[in-house]
C-alpha cells in the first residue's frame, strides 16, 4: 500500500513538471546606420614623461634598499638568484635558506637609473609571505 502511495505521489509531480521546449531564438533585429559608432582612431601613445611615478614603499627598514640602484643591492645580497627586466621595470630576486625576496626597481625619473621602489618577502618551500625586515636581515648576513 505505502509503495503504491509513493507512485502515485511520483506520479502527480511529474505531472507539475515543466519540460523545456525548443524555442527558436528571436529575429534578427535590422541594422539601424544611424546609430552605429564609427570605429575611432588608435590613442596615440603616451610620451615618456606622462608615465605615472611608480609607487615607493615606505617603513622602518627599508633604508639602504629602497631608492638604491641594483649596484648598491647587488654589494649587500650578492648576485641576484634571477635579473628579470621587462620594458624599464627590472627585478632582482635574492634567495637563501630563511627566505626570497623579490625587489622590484623603476626609473623615478623619464631616463634615469631604475632603482629599488617595492621589496616582496616570502619562504621558499611554499610561498607564503614572510616579514619583510627579518628576510631581509637574514639575506644580508650571509
Known amino acids: 500500500m505505502r509503495l503504491l502511495a509513493t ?11 515543466t519540460t523545456p521546449q525548443d524555442v527558436p531564438p528571436p529575429p534578427p533585429r535590422p541594422v539601424d546606420e544611424t546609430t552605429q559608432v564609427p570605429p575611432s582612431a588608435p590613442a596615440a601613445p603616451r610620451a615618456i614623461g606622462s608615465v605615472p611615478a611608480p609607487r615607493i614603499m615606505e617603513g622602518p627598514g627599508l633604508g639602504g634598499i629602497i631608492r638604491e640602484p641594483a649596484a648598491v643591492l647587488t654589494r649587500r645580497f650578492g648576485e641576484p638568484r634571477l635579473n628579470v627586466r621587462e620594458g624599464d621595470m627590472r627585478k632582482l630576486q635574492f634567495s637563501g635558506q630563511a627566505c626570497v ?17 617595492w621589496v616582496e618577502a616570502r619562504r621558499a618551500s611554499d610561498g607564503a609571505a614572510v616579514d619583510r625586515l627579518a628576510c631581509i636581515q637574514a639575506l644580508s648576513s650571509r
Open 101 to 117: 625576496l623579490d625587489v622590484f626597481l623603476y626609473p623615478l625619473a623619464p631616463g634615469a637609473e631604475p632603482v629599488a621602489t
Open 7 to 17: 507512485f502515485a505521489s511520483f506520479a502527480l509531480l511529474s505531472a507539475c513538471a
